[in-house]
């Protein structure tokens, strides 16, 4: 793929990671509700802005350096590329060990995870 379209692609998995994020850290029930997760205490509020907020917003930042630096942009992709496959392959573990579930927020969030890996893990 030519340059620009490895950034575009770099840029946009920032902003979505970067958008989660931001949400968690402002929002935790609102970000966990579509996955019918109580967050009614503050270790579980302390826990989705840990694991979603802090996380997302680190992921952004690593991405956003990988996008302006040639020398640390394919060891970044491949990092955060595994990590989406990896949440995208849990989701199939958990269809396989709890059975079927709805569309969304599921399988949405499997056909992105699995989406925007395969296309990181294409600019690489």
Not at 80 to 88: E, Y
Not at 94 to 120: H, Q
Request: charged share 10%.
């Amino acid at each position: 793929m030519i340059p620009r379209v490895q950034i575009t692609i770099i840029v946009v998995a920032a902003v979505f990671f970067l958008g989660m994020g931001l949400y968690a850290l402002v929002a935790p029930a609102a970000l966990a509700r579509p996955f019918r997760i109580l967050v009614n205490a503050p270790e579980s509020r302390s826990e989705i802005r840990a694991v979603y907020g802090g996380f997302g917003l680190a992921i952004a930042a690593v991405l956003t350096f990988a996008a302006i630096d040639d020398g640390i942009r394919q060891g970044v992709v491949v990092t955060v590329a595994a990590a989406l496959a990896g949440m995208a392959l849990g989701r199939l573990v958990s269809r396989l060990a709890d059975g079927p579930t709805a569309f969304y927020p599921i399988w949405f969030y499997f056909w992105v995870e699995a989406v925007m890996a395969a296309l990181l893990f294409a600019v690489a």
